[in-house]
């Protein structure tokens, strides 16, 4: 596609439910990244995918999180037995590959606004 | 632990002067930098970029100073216009960080017609 697609735009949950999000990159970009935004706060790094594996999952809050990507293409965020403090808009972003070389730059779509009540 | 720290959370300009949006980071291996700009409700959206081989890059109104010496970046926009009023983020990478982009907490910059 033209751009980062995610889905859904915006998703209200109860809390202890499980949530997907799904990321859908720049067709030929082969790094793929998670973040979260929470209300008032910056950019906070979750994982990232060059190709299928995740060579930094640092950035996961806790082991209800997981993310997949398959295909080289579309990956899926999964937050299971979701928390109010989970509430924040995840925000996926794409690049050519990944790394500090210069040009390289992240494109990121428009996010999934979670709310857990 | 914030790599990458922009310390002033808000920015008021008057429009057509200069706005100067600064950055610091601590890992000196950090060797790419970006900044994105970001309106409300949408995802960021990529600005420009500078390279640690570079001291400075320019496009357009926009310009990004870097001093590697005091791991410190700066945007400046001349002149700036209210359609800037977004929130910006800066962004460092480095190939021994896991090639993943550290964020700022971004600065909020409203310009005043």
């Known amino acids: 596609g033209a751009g980062v697609s995610q889905s859904p735009s915006n998703k209200v949950t109860e809390k202890g439910k499980d949530v997907e999000l799904r990321c859908d990159p720049i067709s030929g970009h082969t790094a793929l990244y998670w973040y979260r935004q929470s209300l008032g706060q910056g950019l906070e790094f979750l994982i990232y995918f060059q190709g299928n594996s995740a060579p930094d999952k640092s950035g996961l809050p806790s082991d209800r999180f997981s993310a997949e990507r398959t295909g080289g293409s579309v990956s899926t965020l999964t937050i299971q037995r979701t928390q109010q403090e989970d509430s924040a808009v995840y925000l996926c972003?794409?690049?050519?590959?990944?790394?500090?070389?210069?040009?390289?730059?992240?494109?990121f779509g428009e996010g999934s606004w979670l709310t857990v009540v | 632990d914030q790599q990458v720290k922009q310390n002033s959370p808000s920015l008021s300009v008057q429009e057509g002067r200069i706005s100067i949006l600064n950055c610091d980071y601590t890992n000196s291996m950090f060797d790419y930098f970006l900044w994105y700009k970001k309106y409300p409700a949408e995802g960021p959206t990529f600005l420009i970029s500078?390279?640690?081989?570079?001291d400075k890059n320019e496009d357009g109104r926009f310009t990004v100073f870097l001093n590697k010496s005091a791991k410190h970046l700066s945007l400046h926009i001349v002149p700036s216009q209210p359609g800037d009023s977004a929130v910006y983020f800066c962004?460092?990478?480095?190939?021994?960080?896991?090639?993943?982009?550290?964020f700022g907490t971004g600065t909020s910059l409203t310009v005043i017609p």
């Open positions: 972003a794409s690049s050519l590959y990944a790394g500090s070389l210069s040009g390289n730059t992240i494109y």
């Open positions: 500078i390279s640690s081989i570079k």
């Open positions: 962004a460092a990478s480095a190939s021994n960080t896991g090639n993943q982009f550290y």
